[in-house]
């Protein structure tokens, strides 16, 4: 939702401790807003705070106390370095987030926006709870604004408690856990234990029954028992011990799906008693996402909805537990998983933390007195527009307004607004018409929950070292080299075409010095390469031109390569050794949260606001603005009055089908024989792992959204007609792909636009405006003179 929080939470778990509910949600949470995560204090010398900022942008603060202070002592001085902390961050906005109402002392000062309570547990049910646990809930209960309950039972419990009580049940990340559907390697010290093997993951605390663990085990030597979590709270010597019980210790989240995926079936034994009675296992979800049957005992919270619909099975006592675990290894996985999976549907946390966030803003949204100093962010959805005009500077005398208009929130808009409000200081408004940012770029989840992109593949490559550093501030990297095999002559082939294309595609075993002679005695010279016919066929001849190339852009352009520019096909290079790599560049990697998650953080500052399903029209006229960046089409922006630039478009036909990979590469183009150019499968790009998986399909079209500017020398004339036009508009800037009309990849954009932006600034800072072109054709920023 739209609007921006800071997030302080308080909070009784350590963040680097077992990843749970916390954890899931917040590093959400991080996604779009600060988060500062305050845990219980350690002892230290002297007072102070000992701050750490994780890799999902979580900072988490622990406050460091001599030993020996009284309670109110403690109370106070953290308080102290804590209201010291915020100042000096510039805690605005902010969301108050207890999970432990033991904190209540330490926000009572604060003047929070909102203050959310997500209560997780009955603490006070708890071995070693404190007194004062109770009296401080009910603090919480009057000054919180949300309650958020952990399960159906809390939920039922706290209802009457407070005005504004929401379920929110424990979720999972079922692709993290889908991984243990798959067979992994098994882990080092589970490699070694036999088959069958029960296993538990979790917590080992007085909700635990290890009494009912021991006589399982006991009753069955022939079955083996792993025990994965830490020991908190409880004689460890208590535990049982035996053969077949192997006690493993806490491992990391990351590492749990290999563990899961060894395990015939999965246990819940816990204790029945005050301590459980309110829970809702996170473990639940998890488990069945990874693919286990599980067999607990009757926790309420399990027994409803879980045992109901089929998915867990409950056992009372150890004999109950062997004949539900032999029932449960015995039966049909494939049904449970699908089962499983219908549930779980509606069940991740990315889910339940954008209705928290939803929450949150609808409260902050009727508390802000002030709404000019709401900035609107992450706006995507039809919410937008009434969401920023709540918050929308009144436009009086331009007194208030903005420096600039992007139009657009692709990469050309995006980039240019960021740099205009973090290095110019300018306020920067940013339209698109689009209900979402990343223009071309976005990437979104289908509805089997699988990662795509919207408007066809997008690999990232470039050798701009500036562009890729650039970028690595908003985003991190998975590592990704693209391959592409081409489908001709009925086999699959690797395309650009290297040594194997040829030695697969004619039978035959040349060296790289023989296939460069082949090459060679094929080739037709031209005086001079003008088209991208001349570029394939100068290198390669006319029958590999035909097999590969000619078919291909007559579909792709509408066009005979004869009637295109030489840089379209040369974008696809011809080798003689055998590196099958679509790209050579030295930067080539995936945004690893995705393209949408870097254009949120690109577009994340305080002078940015963002207006999504809004075209600039529709607002141009009223909203104050002083000087505009247009990346839309250049001849739209002139009402084509000089005729229409022609721009190639894309008809997407995406499918899912049921099975984990479904080609064996990442792109199959087809030149000649199917209407599609080619076909994409988004998880080897993504590197996402789910049982499904989703193709795109692509069907050139001259009609659509203008996707390919078609680089030809009758539309270069006619765009250089329009940037005449562009040159006598004050205030307006062209940039990006469409704005240029330039067949530029991403990064090339990025390249351009940071130069656009330092000319912008610089020219602003001379107080005047300087003649703009730019030259990004080699990925590097620069600028040069007009021609
Ligand atoms: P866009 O992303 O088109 O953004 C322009 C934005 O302006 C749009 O969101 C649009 O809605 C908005 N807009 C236009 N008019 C208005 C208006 N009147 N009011 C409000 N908003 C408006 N590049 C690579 O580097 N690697 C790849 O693998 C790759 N694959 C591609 C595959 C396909 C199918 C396509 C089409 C492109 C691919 N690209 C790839 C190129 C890449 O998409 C572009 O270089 C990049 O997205 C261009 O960014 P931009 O900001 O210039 O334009
Ligand atoms: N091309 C081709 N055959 C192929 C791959 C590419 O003829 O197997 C030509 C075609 O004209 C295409 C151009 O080379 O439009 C550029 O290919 P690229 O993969 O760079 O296209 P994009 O990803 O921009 O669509």
Same mark, same amino acid.
């Given at each position: 939702?739209?609007?921006?929080?800071?997030?302080?939470?308080?909070?009784?778990?350590?963040?680097?401790?077992?990843?749970?509910?916390?954890?899931?949600?917040?590093?959400?949470?991080?996604?779009?807003?600060?988060?500062? $995560?305050?845990?219980?204090?350690?002892?230290?010398?002297?007072?102070?705070?000992?701050?750490?900022?994780?890799?999902?942008?979580?900072?988490?603060?622990?406050? =460091?106390?001599?030993?020996?202070?009284?309670?109110?002592?403690?109370?106070?001085?953290?308080?102290? /370095?804590?209201?010291?902390?915020?100042?000096?961050?510039?805690?605005?906005?902010?969301?108050?987030? $207890? $999970?432990?109402?033991?904190?209540?002392?330490?926000?009572?000062?604060?003047?929070?926006?909102?203050?959310?309570?997500?209560?997780?547990?009955?603490?006070?049910?708890?071995?070693?709870?404190?007194?004062?646990?109770?009296?401080?809930?009910?603090?919480?209960?009057?000054?919180?604004?949300?309650?958020?309950?952990?399960?159906?039972?809390?939920?039922?419990?706290?209802?009457?408690?407070?005005?504004?009580?929401? /379920?929110?049940?424990?979720?999972?990340?079922?692709?993290?856990?889908?991984?243990?559907?798959?067979?992994?390697?098994?882990?080092?010290?589970?490699?070694?234990?036999?088959?069958?093997?029960?296993?538990?993951?979790?917590?080992?605390? *007085?909700?635990?029954?290890?009494? /009912?663990?021991?006589?399982?085990?006991?009753?069955?030597?022939?079955?083996?028992?792993?025990?994965?979590?830490?020991?908190?709270?409880?004689?460890?010597?208590?535990?049982?011990?035996?053969? @077949?019980?192997?006690?493993?210790?806490?491992?990391?989240?990351?590492?749990?799906?290999?563990?899961?995926?060894?395990?015939?079936?999965?246990?819940?034994?816990?204790?029945? @008693?005050?301590?459980?009675?309110?829970?809702?296992?996170?473990?639940?979800?998890?488990?069945?996402?990874?693919?286990?049957?599980?067999?607990?005992?009757?926790?309420?919270?399990?027994?409803?909805?879980?045992?109901?619909?089929?998915?867990?099975?409950?056992?009372?006592?150890?004999?109950?537990?062997?004949?539900?675990?032999?029932?449960?290894?015995?039966?049909?996985?494939?049904?449970?998983?699908?089962?499983?999976?219908?549930?779980?549907?509606?069940?991740?946390?990315?889910?339940?933390?954008?209705?928290?966030?939803?929450?949150?803003?609808?409260?902050?949204?009727?508390?802000?007195? @002030?709404?000019?100093?709401?900035?609107?962010?992450?706006?995507?959805?039809?919410?937008?527009?009434?969401?920023?005009?709540?918050?929308?500077?009144?436009?009086?005398?331009?007194?208030?307004?903005?420096?600039?208009?992007?139009?657009?929130?692709? $990469?050309?808009?995006?980039?240019?607004?960021?740099?205009?409000?973090?290095?110019?200081?300018?306020?920067?408004?940013?339209?698109?018409?689009?209900?979402?940012?990343?223009?071309?770029?976005?990437? *979104?989840?289908?509805?089997?929950?699988?990662?795509?992109?919207?408007?066809?593949?997008?690999?990232?490559?470039?050798?701009?070292?500036?562009?890729?550093?650039?970028?690595?501030?908003?985003?991190?990297?998975?590592?990704?080299?693209?391959?592409? /095999?081409?489908?001709?002559?009925?086999?699959?082939?690797?395309?650009?075409?290297?040594?194997?294309?040829?030695?697969?595609?004619?039978?035959?075993?040349?060296?790289?010095?023989?296939?460069?002679?082949?090459?060679?005695?094929?080739? *037709?010279?031209?005086?001079?390469?003008?088209?991208?016919?001349?570029?394939?066929?100068?290198?390669? %001849?006319?029958?590999?031109?035909?097999?590969?190339?000619?078919?291909?852009?007559?579909?792709?352009?509408?066009?005979?390569?004869?009637?295109?520019?030489?840089?379209?096909?040369?974008?696809?290079?011809?080798?003689?050794?055998?590196?099958?790599?679509?790209?050579?560049?030295?930067?080539?990697?995936?945004?690893?949260?995705?393209?949408?998650?870097?254009?949120?953080?690109?577009?994340?500052?305080?002078?940015?606001?963002?207006?999504?399903?809004?075209?600039?029209?529709?607002?141009?006229?009223?909203?104050?603005?002083?000087?505009?960046?247009?990346? %839309?089409?250049?001849?739209?922006?002139?009402?084509?009055?000089?005729?229409?630039?022609?721009?190639?478009?894309?008809?997407?036909?995406?499918?899912?089908?049921?099975?984990?990979?479904?080609?064996?590469?990442?792109?199959?183009?087809?030149? @000649?024989?199917?209407?599609?150019?080619?076909?994409?499968?988004?998880?080897?790009?993504?590197?996402?792992?789910?049982?499904?998986?989703?193709?795109?399909?692509?069907?050139?079209?001259?009609?659509?959204?203008?996707?390919?500017?078609?680089?030809?020398?009758?539309?270069?004339?006619?765009?250089?007609?329009?940037?005449?036009?562009?040159?006598?508009?004050?205030?307006?800037?062209?940039?990006?792909?469409?704005?240029?009309?330039?067949?530029?990849?991403?990064?090339?954009?990025?390249?351009?636009?940071?130069?656009?932006?330092?000319? =912008?600034?610089?020219?602003?800072?001379?107080?005047?405006?300087?003649?703009?072109?730019?030259?990004?054709?080699?990925?590097?920023?620069?600028?040069?003179?007009?021609?």
């Amino acid at each position: 939702m739209g609007i921006r929080f800071d997030v302080v939470c308080f909070s009784h778990l350590r963040w680097g401790f077992v990843y749970q509910r916390p954890q899931h949600l917040l590093s959400r949470c991080a996604r779009n807003h600060r988060v500062f $995560y305050v845990e219980e204090p350690i002892e230290g010398d002297k007072p102070g705070l000992k701050i750490e900022r994780w890799e999902n942008d979580v900072t988490t603060i622990v406050p =460091l106390l001599p030993e020996g202070l009284s309670e109110s002592q403690q109370i106070e001085i953290q308080r102290g /370095l804590l209201d010291d902390f915020f100042e000096e961050h510039k805690i605005e906005r902010l969301v108050l987030w $207890y $999970y432990t109402p033991m904190a209540v002392p330490l926000g009572r000062h604060l003047r929070p926006l909102v203050t959310v309570y997500d209560c997780m547990d009955e603490l006070s049910a708890f071995s070693g709870a404190p007194k004062a646990l109770r009296d401080r809930e009910g603090e919480l209960f009057d000054s919180a604004d949300l309650l958020f309950t952990g399960g159906a039972s809390l939920y039922a419990a706290k209802r009457d408690r407070h005005q504004s009580v929401h /379920l929110f049940p424990s979720s999972v990340d079922v692709q993290h856990f889908a991984q243990a559907r798959q067979p992994l390697p098994d882990p080092g010290d589970q490699a070694l234990i036999r088959h069958p093997r029960l296993g538990y993951i979790g917590v080992i605390d *007085e909700r635990f029954d290890p009494a /009912l663990l021991g006589e399982l085990a006991a009753s069955r030597p022939d079955w083996q028992f792993v025990m994965i979590g830490p020991v908190l709270k409880i004689d460890s010597g208590g535990l049982p011990t035996a053969p @077949n019980i192997h006690w493993l210790g806490q491992k990391r989240y990351e590492d749990l799906p290999a563990y899961l995926s060894g395990w015939d079936v999965a246990l819940m034994p816990f204790a029945r @008693n005050e301590s459980t009675r309110f829970i809702s296992p996170t473990k639940t979800p998890e488990y069945l996402a990874a693919g286990r049957p599980v067999v607990s005992t009757p926790i309420t919270d399990v027994v409803e909805p879980y045992e109901r619909l089929g998915l867990v099975r409950i056992a009372e006592d150890a004999a109950g537990f062997a004949a539900a675990a032999e029932a449960a290894m015995a039966e049909d996985a494939s049904r449970r998983q699908r089962q499983a999976d219908a549930f779980l549907k509606d069940r991740s946390w990315d889910r339940t933390w954008s209705e928290m966030e939803a929450l949150i803003a609808r409260t902050a949204a009727r508390r802000s007195d @002030n709404g000019s100093t709401v900035h609107v962010r992450l706006l995507d959805d039809a919410n937008a527009v009434s969401a920023i005009s709540e918050s929308m500077p009144v436009p009086t005398n331009g007194a208030k307004g903005f420096d600039y208009l992007v139009v657009g929130a692709g $990469y050309a808009g995006s980039v240019i607004a960021r740099e205009l409000a973090e290095q110019g200081g300018s306020r920067v408004l940013v339209v698109d018409r689009r209900n979402h940012i990343g223009g071309n770029a976005y990437d *979104e989840y289908d509805e089997y929950g699988i990662q795509v992109h919207r408007y066809g593949p997008h690999i990232f490559h470039t050798n701009s070292q500036e562009v890729f550093e650039y970028l690595s501030r908003f985003t991190a990297w998975r590592p990704y080299e693209h391959r592409v /095999l081409a489908s001709v002559d009925g086999r699959l082939v690797p395309i650009p075409i290297n040594l194997d294309t040829i030695n697969e595609i004619y039978g035959l075993r040349l060296s790289s010095f023989e296939v460069e002679k082949f090459f060679a005695s094929r080739a *037709e010279p031209v005086e001079k390469v003008r088209t991208s016919e001349d570029v394939v066929v100068t290198k390669v %001849g006319r029958e590999l031109y035909e097999k590969f190339f000619r078919g291909y852009t007559r579909k792709q352009w509408g066009l005979d390569p004869s009637e295109l520019d030489a840089k379209v096909t040369s974008r696809v290079p011809v080798r003689t050794n055998r590196d099958p790599r679509y790209f050579t560049d030295t930067y080539q990697a995936m945004p690893r949260d995705g393209y949408t998650r870097m254009f949120q953080r690109i577009l994340d500052h305080p002078r940015i606001k963002l207006m999504l399903n809004t075209d600039y029209r529709e607002i141009a006229s009223f909203m104050p603005y002083k000087e505009v960046v247009y990346t %839309g089409p250049i001849d739209e922006f002139f009402d084509h009055r000089l005729g229409q630039l022609p721009y190639r478009s894309l008809e997407f036909r995406f499918e899912t089908i049921e099975t984990n990979v479904a080609q064996p590469a990442p792109v199959i183009n087809y030149p @000649n024989e199917r209407p599609y150019t080619r076909v994409t499968e988004f998880k080897y790009l993504t590197g996402q792992v789910h049982p499904k998986t989703t193709l795109v399909y692509e069907y050139p079209r001259a009609e659509g959204d203008p996707y390919y500017p078609v680089p030809r020398p009758e539309n270069e004339v006619l765009y250089k007609r329009y940037q005449k036009l562009a040159d006598v508009v004050d205030g307006v800037h062209f940039v990006g792909r469409l704005a240029t009309y330039r067949y530029y990849n991403m990064d090339q954009v990025v390249a351009q636009a940071l130069a656009v932006s330092r000319r =912008l600034i610089a020219a602003r800072r001379a107080g005047k405006e300087g003649p703009l072109e730019v030259d990004p054709t080699q990925t590097s920023a620069r600028t040069v003179g007009r021609a």
